[in-house]
């Protein structure tokens, strides 16, 4: 029988990617992807009327509270216990319980949705005349449990290869689906939601030949692992996971279900106003899902460092990730606001009036979500996940505080304003925590965190900002240390190397002394 020491050195069952390739795989696919998300989201905004959308952002919302609240968030451990379990020759159990609860769960939490379909859309829609988009939503419940299961599992194999394109095959075909059905059958949010349960479902069977791959792959267990030992291990890891889950998408709907609940008018027209909001955020909601996919494909490589006992390079590449992906965030969002009377006066129609005059809000809250997402990583490396809870907790909090305020006098005004100040408590918390545990931001990394703030200022002041920080980031001292840039300008010059580009390579090169 085989040690753990000999099994943590073998490799991952399936082929495994380093950090650095990782995100150039993840960035590459989603060039294509977020490009077909793009086009699918357009599309959508053009043939549904305002309460069609809001209905299918409504719907959309309630798979995403549902799905890992089904599951318990179970798959949510796998980034930080998989590689736990592998090293100790008991990744065969570990897979194989997993499976099986995840499985169980999943279908029961179907057939609970489809029992209560009625109550379920009085609560999502306003009326239960929507309890048959509800049991529809059951059934795409199942598939999304499903695929999410695979994510998360591959992910933390640190196969961002297969990864990204189980996700570009799930775009691209709800893109085919969606465009299909509003075209042949109507456009109504039912449509939608019938092609992104075939899309679900075309992704997973898409998944299964790798996943039986891994599974014949991984070797026969070489030490034994009691339920208790597992569960003791995973439970309290997993139920913080869960807590977070809940609060990060309850903190990501809250407003909208506050608008289909508080806005004092009828279902129709709050369905409305949740139409304009979900235009409002089409693109910032592509930045986030970057960042998310991002913030999710570092966890693997930061736990592998955290468990091998370097937690200062955990820390060192945590402010750089923070600093190199927020200024790029913050530039997306520029762009997104300089082109943003394009967007919604030619590809939107002109349809959602109020979704453009918040699309600056939008843009700010959800730069903001997507740095908490890469922050609260150091959290959950060190078992601290329980503090991510309490953060969103106190952002959830205040986000239904103002909404309760804010939202009868100004409508998605209000509500766009309370969830910008909730992200911004959610971030610094996170921050706050971070130091705690020996996390600290430089000046460079704080400076990241307020540039969002400009582009309240309009197009012109944060397209400023964003020249002089780049400008900074090449030449000036703040963003960056003399070690931040040495280990990027490395970075670039080996990949400048590897595609035969010697004369950039020598340039990197040179950056670096």
Known sequence: MQDSSEYSATTMPLPTNTLVDSVLILLAMNVVQRLVGFVRAVLFCRWLNAEQLGMWDMAFSLLVLASPITVLAIPGSFGRYLEHFRQRGQMHLFLRRMILACGGLGILGSLALVLLRRPFAVLVFGSVEQANLIALAAGTLALVVAYNFMIELFTAARNIRLVSGMQLINSVAFAVLGVAMLLTWECTAGAVLAAYAGACLVTVAWGARPLGR??????????????????????????????????????????????????????????????????????????????????TMSMPHLSHDWEAGRRDLVAARLRLFLKVFGVALFAAAVAVQVAGPLLFQIAFKGKFPEGQAVLPWALVFCTWFGLSLFAQNYLLCAERAGLVGAALAAGLGLNVLL??????????????????????????????????????????????LVLPVAIWFGPWASAAALLIVCFDAAWGRILLSGEERRQLAEGAADYARRFGWDGLSRRFSRRQV
Do not use: K, Q
């Open 403 to 448: 909404n309760i305020e804010l939202l009868p006098r100004f409508g998605l005004h209000g509500a766009v304003l309370s969830t910008t100040a909730a992200n911004a408590l959610t971030l610094l918390m996170i921050c706050w925590f971070n130091r705690r545990h020996g996390f600290r931001l430089d000046r460079g990394a704080m400076l990241v």
């Open 214 to 295: 891994l599974w014949r792959a991984v070797p026969h267990d070489a030490a034994p692992l009691p339920h208790a030992a597992m569960w003791n291990r995973i439970g309290p890891f997993a139920a913080w996971v869960l807590l977070g889950c809940i609060l990060t998408n309850a903190f990501a709907v809250v407003d909208r279900y506050m608008i289909v609940h508080f806005s004092s008018t009828t279902a129709s027209a709050a369905l409305d106003i949740v139409g304009n909001y979900h235009a409002s955020r089409v693109v910032p909601l592509l930045l986030i899902s970057i960042a998310s996919m991002l913030a």
